[in-house]
Nanobody, 120 residues
Framework: QVQLVESGGGLVQAGESLTLSCAAS????????MGWYRQAPGNWRELVAS???????NYADSVKGRFTISRDNVKNTVHLQMNSLKPEDTAVYYC??????????????WGQGTQVTVSS
């Protein structure tokens, strides 16, 4: 069973930085796209950033220039470096991955979510 395990959330002040990490478990043949989404109370879950296996990246307009997504294709990990954090970045952040398992099943997986809180 594929699992995505996130780490790195927490409470910071506006202007500070945090790095989120997500590691995929074993039983994976390959991962195409990986990404980070977030959901604030009362809001829909939204894409923050994504990265393909070829390192093509995509960012939400609200985080461009402040957040950087990266991945390690050997370790099956994805990271989100968040700089110049703002109170409006406060949300639960979810890791997402498009996984091809060793049994050749392809589906998307979600992590359990990690809370990021930015105080003003």
């Amino acid at each position: 069973q594929v699992q995505l395990v996130e780490s790195g959330g927490g409470l910071v002040q506006a202007g500070e930085s945090l790095t989120l990490s997500c590691a995929a478990s074993d039983s994976i043949r390959s991962i195409n796209r990986m990404g980070w989404y977030r959901q604030a109370p009362g809001n829909w879950r939204e894409l923050v950033a994504s990265i393909t296996s070829g390192s093509d990246t995509n960012y939400a307009d609200s985080v461009k220039g402040r957040f950087t997504i990266s991945r390690d294709n050997v370790k099956n990990t994805v990271h989100l470096q968040m700089n110049s954090l703002k109170p409006e970045d406060t949300a639960v952040y979810y890791c997402n991955a498009d996984v091809l398992s060793v049994s050749y099943h392809r589906r998307q997986y979600w992590g359990q979510g990690t809370q990021v809180t930015v105080s003003s």
